[in-house]
């Protein structure tokens, strides 16, 4: 699909479109993590939608399930998408566990459920770290090859995958690796509609990921660090462009977002992703009780 120059990609829509494509709004967000909590206050006003990976005989399914967090996690980056792009709709996709681990089956099947459901975009604040210094096992042949054709199927589809990347040098991790989404790497940003483009083997674009406040189980909120909590911050910047201008192809939204980067439009106020900055400012800022860096174990 071919869509128009991407650049300053809420500039040519009147004042009230503008303001729609700031919030996100109508845009279908998936989150594929730990659950979201829908009951903190942080999401009172978010739309939500539930469902979680069951395992049917061999295989795993998506099924609609009660709202709920086994960890924190999710909705931690549930928080940071609504707080940056309040309009759009999210969905939480279950396949982590209370220990932060899911299986690569369940990761595989999650992606193919948000590939049916043709989500504008999906956050992927999780993968499979693997240390560079080791050889791939012929079970990461399979499951990195499944991966990889899920991937290219989002992009075919034009899903826009937002993946983190690894926390640690010492790891790869997929599959924020592959260049048919975005993979996202953390930066020592105070504002949090920081962004920096930085094309590497493991991601594309830097964003805050260093004592992040979100929300946190209990009602409150506290410090999160790591590419986990990167990763949302890029999903609510291209939930915005999506809303701008659905038309786009992810080339077309990739170009978009490292204009953002590289800061075009911002002095005119144009485009749909450079004004979030007063409101996210502005969010609820209860005192950080402790840092929490992400720890993924490997799926």
Same mark, same amino acid.
């Given at each position: 699909?071919?869509?128009?120059?991407?650049?300053?990609?809420?500039?040519?829509?009147?004042?009230?479109?503008?303001?729609?494509?700031?919030?996100?709004?109508?845009?279908?967000?998936?989150?594929?993590?730990?659950?979201?909590?829908?009951?903190?206050?942080?999401?009172?006003?978010?739309?939500?939608?539930?469902?979680?990976?069951?395992?049917?005989?061999?295989?795993?399914?998506?099924?609609?399930?009660?709202?709920?967090?086994?960890?924190?996690?999710?909705?931690?980056?549930?928080?940071?998408?609504?707080?940056?792009?309040?309009?759009?709709?999210?969905?939480?996709?279950?396949?982590?566990?209370?220990?932060?681990?899911?299986?690569?089956?369940?990761?595989?099947?999650?992606?193919?459920?948000?590939?049916?459901?043709?989500?504008?975009?999906?956050?992927?604040?999780?993968?499979?770290?693997?240390?560079?210094?080791?050889?791939?096992?012929?079970?990461?042949?399979?499951?990195?090859?499944?991966?990889?054709?899920? *991937?290219? #199927? @989002?992009?075919?589809?034009?899903?826009?995958?937002? !993946? +983190?990347?690894?926390? %640690? $040098? /010492?790891?790869?991790?997929?599959?924020?690796?592959?260049?048919?989404?975005?993979?996202?790497?953390?930066?020592?940003?105070?504002?949090?509609?920081?962004?920096?483009?930085?094309?590497?083997?493991?991601?594309?674009?830097?964003?805050?990921?260093?004592?992040?406040?979100?929300?946190?189980?209990?009602?409150?909120?506290?410090?999160?660090?790591?590419?986990?909590?990167?990763?949302?911050?890029?999903?609510?910047?291209?939930?915005?462009?999506?809303?701008?201008?659905?038309?786009?192809?992810?080339?077309?939204?990739?170009?978009?977002?490292?204009?953002?980067?590289?800061?075009?439009?911002?002095?005119?106020? *144009?485009? #749909? @992703?450079?004004?979030?900055?007063?409101?996210?400012? !502005? +969010?609820?800022?209860? %005192? $950080? /009780?402790?840092?929490?860096?992400?720890?993924?174990?490997?799926?």
């Amino acid at each position: 699909m071919t869509g128009p120059p991407p650049a300053g990609p809420g500039g040519d829509l009147d004042d009230a479109a503008r303001g729609e494509a700031r919030r996100g709004a109508g845009v279908r967000v998936a989150l594929v993590d730990s659950g979201v909590d829908a009951s903190h206050p942080a999401l009172s006003t978010a739309a939500l939608r539930h469902v979680a990976l069951v395992r049917r005989g061999g295989a795993h399914e998506a099924a609609p399930c009660a709202p709920g967090d086994v960890s924190g996690h999710g909705t931690a980056c549930a928080g940071i998408v609504h707080r940056m792009a309040h309009g759009a709709e999210i969905t939480s996709v279950r396949a982590l566990g209370e220990d932060g681990r899911c299986s690569r089956e369940g990761l595989i099947a999650a992606l193919r459920f948000c590939v049916r459901e043709r989500f504008s975009v999906v956050n992927l604040s999780l993968g499979i770290d693997i240390p560079r210094s080791a050889p791939l096992r012929p079970g990461d042949y399979r499951s990195l090859v499944e991966l990889y054709e899920v *991937a290219d #199927a @989002a992009y075919t589809a034009e899903v826009v995958l937002v !993946a +983190a990347g690894p926390n %640690a $040098a /010492a790891f790869r991790t997929y599959p924020g690796r592959f260049k048919s989404l975005i993979g996202v790497g953390r930066g020592p940003f105070q504002d949090p509609e920081a962004l920096r483009s930085e094309l590497t083997l493991d991601h594309e674009i830097l964003a805050p990921g260093e004592e992040v406040l979100a929300p946190a189980p209990g009602g409150g909120e506290r410090r999160w660090t790591g590419t986990s909590f990167a990763a949302p911050h890029v999903t609510a910047h291209v939930a915005r462009i999506r809303a701008a201008r659905p038309e786009l192809s992810i080339e077309a939204v990739k170009a978009a977002l490292h204009e953002l980067a590289r800061g075009a439009g911002r002095s005119a106020g *144009a485009t #749909a @992703a450079g004004e979030g900055a007063a409101a996210a400012r !502005a +969010a609820p800022g209860r %005192a $950080a /009780a402790a840092e929490w860096e992400d720890g993924r174990a490997p799926a």
